[in-house]
């Protein structure tokens, strides 16, 4: 453990991390307010589902699987990566802590591309928004996408304040979790309702 480690495993054994919430309060009213949001949205798409399942289920079948099943994969292992640098800022080993916010980031750049090529292939097939569970599956997953660009942005801030011993903050690592982790929960609903559900 190198000096800028201990300085950080001290500053979290002065702060305390038994019996309070991850990151802080302003993060969990964002977070709150997006799983609201998208709650809300969830919601219509069950009640146009509803009134056409027939033309949601044929519309459905078109959608990639194999990419949704590897989108899947490639941010839980994303998640799992956060979750093990919470740990390791916990116990004040920085630079792991570090490698594995870029290893979650590098998880996310690769969900970008094949979210990409997924919409390309579509796009291709004549699939479009004039479609109505297309212009679901559009608008969610371009939603879903945005906020995932904004975790990335988040991830990049986090990695900047760990690179630098004097803004080291175990809470900061805790707040970009959440916010990620949160994204990863979001595409996990979308791709069951989306991919999965009949």
Not at 54 to 64: E, I, S, T
Not at 156 to 179: C, D, F, H, K, S
Request: negative net charge; charged residues 15%; aromatic residues 12%.
């Amino acid at each position: 453990m190198t000096v800028s480690d201990r300085d950080t495993s001290e500053a979290l054994e002065e702060t305390g991390t038994t019996g309070r919430l991850p990151g802080d309060l302003d993060m969990w009213v964002l977070v709150l307010g997006d799983l609201f949001f998208f709650g809300c949205y969830f919601t219509v798409y069950m009640v146009f589902r509803d009134r056409a399942p027939g033309a949601f289920a044929d519309a459905q079948r078109h959608l990639n699987l194999a990419v949704g099943v590897a989108n899947t994969v490639v941010l839980l292992t994303s998640s799992m990566f956060v979750a093990m640098a919470v740990q390791e800022i916990r116990r004040g080993v920085a630079r792991t802590a570090e490698r594995l916010i870029w290893a979650a980031g590098a998880c996310g750049m690769l969900f970008v591309a094949l979210k990409v090529f997924e919409w390309q292939q579509e796009i291709a097939h004549g699939y479009t928004v004039s479609d109505e569970f297309f212009s679901f599956y559009f608008v969610l997953t371009g939603i879903h996408l945005a906020h995932l660009v904004l975790g990335l942005l988040i991830l990049g801030i986090v990695v900047r304040e760990l690179r630098n011993p004097a803004l080291r903050r175990p809470g900061m690592v805790e707040q970009g979790a959440t916010y990620w982790h949160m994204v990863d929960l979001l595409w996990v609903v979308i791709f069951a309702i989306l991919y999965l559900m009949r």
